[in-house]
């Protein structure tokens, strides 16, 4: 008898994560593999769907413009409840922190369905930062019966708050087996600005920042250093994906006005993006998964935040983190700028988030242990 999957997930950053997975489970005729997307966020996480050849069983296409955290936990819930009593499943896979991740689980919950967290285990220490993230991670290992942990840190973690070890599993990060899908030499921008950047001879820095925590002064500080680098390092150019919270872009586009060498451009799909990132010399981001992804494509990351629920990036000498203030961005900005020797150090040091087996691990214990109803 085949296990019956359902893989659920609303954003791009689930789908990128969780596609690997899903390729995998496609190549195992032991598995029947049900694909349910929240559309949390809709034209991102199309985008990943395109990108992978991924057709949704099922779409609860819940996003609405301005959606709170309460609208969409409550349409996501009602909207699984309906698809597991349909599928019943023997486990449902969430990915990551999101709202559709929690809510997931707890749907899988409500119907007695084993539950497997993909990616379990990251903490910051502070439940509001990264909100709601954090909060939302720690309440799915609570239901969750098959914790994916894609370190020994994020295993450490769960043992410390009493989780059994044999629900544990390492499996490395299933960010860094989806750069082997998108990453190529030979990519062509279809932004014509991307093609005529000369990223041998600049140096180009990677901006993104998005974080509700830094959304105020903590934004200004940021972009304002980042600014002020420029016009320091004449051989430094920076491109900007803008989110679209239209809080960050009055705060960019007032504190950019003017900067040339600073390109505000629209957000891209994850290929370009992934793309681009291989080509840059540094990258500057509030984001949690580029701390994951940049390092396993050599890039030093600056991780503008004043806590991280990925520790071991900062710990192998891939990342640093460097707060919100003004001046430790700009001072670290300009010695990765200035000095070979720091940007080698960060740049060669080793991915700590594992080496693009990661999905394979995940249906391989799934497959070994098999799954039955609670």
């Not at 023997?90 to 119907?111: H, K, R």
């Not at 993104?208 to 051989?235: C, Q, Y």
């Not at 981001?285 to 992804?293: F, M, P, R, W």
């Not at 891939?318 to 001046?327: N, R």
Request: glycine share 6%; charged share 25%; proline share 5%.
């Amino acid at each position: 008898m085949k296990i019956k999957v359902m893989t659920v997930f609303g954003t791009r950053p689930e789908g990128i994560k969780m596609a690997p997975i899903i390729k995998v489970m496609e190549r195992v005729p032991e598995i029947e593999n049900t694909i349910c997307v929240t559309a949390q966020h809709r034209e991102m996480l199309d985008q990943v769907l395109n990108l992978f050849d991924i057709d949704p069983d099922y779409d609860l296409n819940i996003f609405k413009p301005g959606q709170t955290l309460t609208e969409i936990t409550m349409r996501a819930l009602e909207g699984l409840e309906e698809v597991i009593k349909k599928v019943q499943p023997d486990i449902l896979l969430v990915q990551g922190d999101t709202t559709t991740v929690f809510s997931g689980a707890l749907a899988a919950f409500y119907q007695k369905v084993k539950v497997g967290h993909v990616e379990a285990g990251l903490r910051s220490g502070n439940l509001y930062s990264p909100y709601p993230e954090e909060a939302n991670r720690m309440l799915t290992g609570i239901l969750a019966d098959f914790h994916f942990a894609p370190t020994q840190t994020n295993k450490d973690n769960l043992l410390r708050e009493g989780y059994p070890e044999e629900k544990i599993f390492i499996t490395g990060n299933t960010v860094i087996d989806a750069l082997k899908y998108a990453v190529k030499d030979d990519y062509e921008f279809d932004l014509p600005l991307l093609n005529q950047i000369d990223f041998k001879e600049k140096k180009v820095i990677l901006l993104t920042s998005h974080r509700r925590e830094n959304i105020g002064k903590p934004m200004e500080n940021i972009f304002s250093a980042v600014r002020d680098i420029t016009l320091k390092h004449e051989n430094v150019d920076v491109v900007f994906p803008i989110h679209l919270n239209p809080r960050v872009r009055e705060i960019a586009y007032r504190v950019f006005e003017g900067n040339n060498r600073v390109h505000l451009i629209e957000p891209l799909d994850y290929e370009p993006f992934t793309n681009l990132m291989a080509r840059v010399h540094l990258v500057v981001t509030d984001s949690g998964g580029l701390q994951e992804e940049a390092p396993s494509l050599g890039k030093p990351v600056l991780v503008i935040r004043e806590e991280t629920e990925r520790p071991e990036g900062i710990e192998a000498g891939t990342a640093k983190l460097v707060g919100t203030s003004y001046d430790k961005i700009y001072d670290e900005m300009d010695l990765l700028l200035s000095n070979q020797e720091e940007y080698n150090k960060m740049a060669n040091a080793v991915n700590p988030y594992g080496d693009g087996k990661a999905s394979e691990r995940i249906v391989d214990i799934i497959l070994k242990h098999g799954v039955n109803r609670k």
